[in-house]
């Protein structure tokens, strides 16, 4: 009898990925994701990012001028920004390290704010890019769509220096506070739920490691 491959089962029930249309995602969030990230980190050369997983990787290289070196583009390790952010900040403590990343991923792993409240360093800074939404799977509404507060959760979690940012006028003073605290940082800004722009990168994710890591070290001399 013949068998059923992998292959051809996959091909009798084709993936299908249902997306929310443009026209029926509604966010609280006005702001341009890519403008509101270039303009929270502002100059990017002399700082470490980490790009979280999704539309926050393309809006964190987007703010860094691309696929470059000291910018670690997250793929796949959905929940894990924030606590790379906080083990670099660590660990390279004379380094502006900055977060991207997007509600949903943070909504997966909030319990590392705890340990970054407590630990608190502050070379840590961490922005969130709220569209309430989990755009790259179809445009599911997250949590925050339904009044979940992360500013509040990293309150909660002890981070002090805090702000939710929904206009545009708001985004220099938080770009001062995320430079120039002296406790990790964080903020939230409510984007509009539209496509991120993708920005063309590497995914081989050991050679992108090693780059950042080369990169990390010869920044510490
Ligand atoms: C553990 C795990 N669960 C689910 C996924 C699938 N996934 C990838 S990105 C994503 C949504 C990310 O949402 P958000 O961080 O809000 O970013 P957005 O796409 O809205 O910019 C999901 C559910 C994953 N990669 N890993």
């Known amino acids: 009898m ?13 993936k299908t990925k249902t997306v929310t249309p443009v026209s029926e995602r509604k966010s609280s969030g006005h702001l341009d994701r890519r403008q509101a990230t270039i303009r929270l980190l ?36 959905m929940g894990a920004a924030c606590a790379m952010g906080l083990g670099l900040a660590l660990a390279q403590p004379t380094r502006r390290v900055f977060v991207v990343t997007g509600e949903g991923e943070l909504l997966m792993n909030s319990g590392t704010l705890a ?6 360093p502050p070379n ?3 922005v969130v890019l709220d569209n309430e939404y989990y755009g790259e799977t179809g445009y599911q509404p997250s949590h925050t769509a339904r009044g979940v507060d992360l ?13 939710m940012v929904t206009k545009e006028s708001e985004l ?14 964080f903020v939230v800004a409510k984007v509009a739920p539209t ?18 890591v080369r990169t990390v070290a010869a920044w510490k001399k």
């Open 195 to 212: 496509d991120p722009e993708r920005v063309p990168h590497s995914r081989d994710g050991n050679w992108q490691r090693q780059r950042f």
């Open 151 to 163: 500013v509040k959760i990293a309150e909660g979690s002890g981070i002090k220096a805090t702000r």
């Open 42 to 77: 502002g100059k990017t050369d002399d700082v470490l990012i980490i790009g979280g997983i999704a539309g926050a990787k393309d809006d964190a290289m987007g703010a860094a001028g691309g696929d470059v070196a000291h910018c670690y583009a997250l793929g796949g390790a």
């Open 115 to 120: 340990t970054i409240g407590v630990l608190n």
């Open 2 to 14: 013949a068998k059923t491959t992998t292959k051809s089962a996959a091909k009798a029930a084709p």
């Open 124 to 126: 840590l800074s961490i």
């Open 172 to 185: 220099d003073d938080a770009a001062r506070m995320l430079r120039q605290s002296n406790g990790t940082s």
